[in-house]
């Protein structure tokens, strides 16, 4: 079994997102292809990705609201 040692705990993890990125890229350029093919999928995509933004903010605004004790205020 290989040592564990400061030097690996440190530089694996920062390989980590170069090696998923053309794992990324092939997903959005195949999600591209499908789009072009069919503009119903195009929408939905659309739609999916305009939902995540709105579910990120959302989430954000409630921790903001929770650390300005803003919660329960009406």
Known sequence: MAEITNELLIE???SIPRDAAPGRRAMKAR???IARC???QAVGQ???TIYGMHAGRDARLARIERRLGLVGIH
Do not use: I
């Open 31 to 33: 999600e591209e292809v």
């Open 12 to 14: 694996v993890p920062k």
């Open 46 to 48: 659309d739609m999916n």
């Open 38 to 40: 069919d503009p119903r």
